[in-house]
């Protein structure tokens, strides 16, 4: 368990909360902070721990577990005693790993279950008593900013030809959809740059740099729907069209999108090849793995892989076929997401067919990394407010 410090334990708090005095600093001193990120979803428990050094971000380690949170919340409106269990389990892990990397700021979030669930509350207040953890529940609206800032190395419309000038952010998760539209103008193309990297590379560019130039969307939007929910609400048929099983998903989506037209002054980009969409999901993920045919899942292969709309066409094609047990042996599905992704199929499709565009950029980052550059960000703030001579004062 996660325990409070002692007076000679390490002292870890999360993000912008002060350090007492005579509380040790993190690991590496002041220079290297550690840093961590902590999503608790509807459908996956997720975290990760970095460093910041010399403007420079580092993963050290990174976690993450379906727990299956919103489980049969659609249809109780309450979070199950079994699917809490689940993710305490998963939480205890992320406080232990929080603990041994000796982090000094925090950002622990959830989302759409415990939005909605009539004991989402009562359940943070439990998993701050068993854990230590100190979950925030976030708004769609903050869940849909983070998601785009941590994808923002893959917001830079100069990769494409013609250049894009539009960008589609979905982050698909287990109970909601957030949909941001971002306009890629070539300074902020220019300043969005990978900035988050696996221990075992390099870091490539400014962190902080980028941090002070975040993209914002310009319009966004929460669909109540996830993979979870919607896979709940149509479950798979024994027999019969399972086409027709997959269309009524993907009709359920299109509904809660087809009114919603705040972005139609971005749509004449879309409409002429000057747009892509960024997915950012385990579903989507599933798809890039699959359409390479990777005998295991390889992340540095799939984050930023580029597909046609005839490349997921085909994927969902292939995995409708397979049915529910050929899915669970595809190395990048498995049992955990078999009766989950083509439910985020879906959800893309829906997507795609109403804001129409070819290219689809696969993004194994989001919601976490969003949250790191969010710290980073603020502690850059911090710094200028106290200017370049003044000494600064101790915080965790």
């Known amino acids: 368990m996660y325990r409070a410090p002692s007076k000679d334990r ?12 005579g509380d040790v600093p993190a690991r590496g001193g002041d220079s290297q902070i550690i840093y961590a990120a902590l999503d608790l979803g ?11 050094h010399n403007s420079q971000f580092r993963i050290i380690e990174a976690f993450s577990r379906i727990v299956r949170l919103g489980e049969g919340l659609a249809h109780s409106g309450r979070l199950h005693e079994r699917a809490m269990e689940r993710a305490l389990k998963a939480l205890k892990i992320c406080a232990e790993k929080i603990e041994k990397r000796g982090a000094a700021r925090i950002r622990a979030v959830a989302t759409q279950a415990c939005r909605i669930a009539l004991n989402g ?9 068993e854990t230590g953890l100190k979950l925030t529940i976030i708004t769609p609206e903050e869940e849909a900013h983070l998601s785009v800032v941590g994808c923002a190395s893959l917001l830079d419309g100069r990769e494409v030809t013609p250049q894009a000038r539009a960008a589609l952010v979905m982050d698909v998760g287990g109970g909601s959809t957030e949909l941001s ?14 900035s988050l990297v696996d221990a075992q590379t390099t870091v490539q560019n400014n962190a902080l740099r980028m941090a002070r130039r975040l993209p914002k969307p310009r319009y966004w939007i929460s669909l109540p729907i996830g993979v979870v929910n919607l896979a709940e609400r149509f479950p798979e048929p024994s027999n019969g069209d399972t086409r027709q099983w997959f269309e009524s998903m993907v009709e359920e989506v299109s509904r809660s999108l087809r009114d919603f037209d705040a972005p139609e002054s971005l749509r004449g980009h879309f409409d002429c090849g000057e747009a892509y969409i960024v997915g ?7 798809l890039a793995g699959m359409h390479l045919r990777l005998e295991r899942y390889d992340r540095s292969k799939v984050d930023g892989l580029w597909m046609g709309h005839d490349n997921v066409q085909a994927v969902i094609a292939r995995l409708i076929e397979l049915g529910p047990s050929g899915r669970e042996l595809e190395p990048c599905i498995g049992r955990d997401r078999a009766d ?21 950029r696969v993004a194994d980052r989001g919601l976490r990394e969003g949250l790191l550059l969010s710290m980073a960000k603020k502690k850059t703030r911090r710094r200028r407010r106290r200017g370049p001579h003044r000494p600064a004062q101790a915080t965790a």
């Open 181 to 194: 539209w971002v306009e890629l103008a070539d300074d902020v193309a220019a300043s969005s740059t990978t």
């Open 121 to 129: 509350q009562e359940f943070i207040t439990r998993v701050e008593r």
């Open 280 to 286: 950012t999901s385990g579903a989507i993920t599933s």
């Open 340 to 360: 989950l992704v083509l439910a985020g199929a879906a959800i893309l499709e829906a997507v795609q067919r109403l804001w129409p565009c070819q290219r689809l």
């Open 10 to 21: 390490r002292r870890v708090t999360p993000a912008g909360q002060g350090r007492a005095p």
């Open 42 to 52: 509807t459908n996956n428990c997720r975290l990760m721990i970095a460093t910041l």
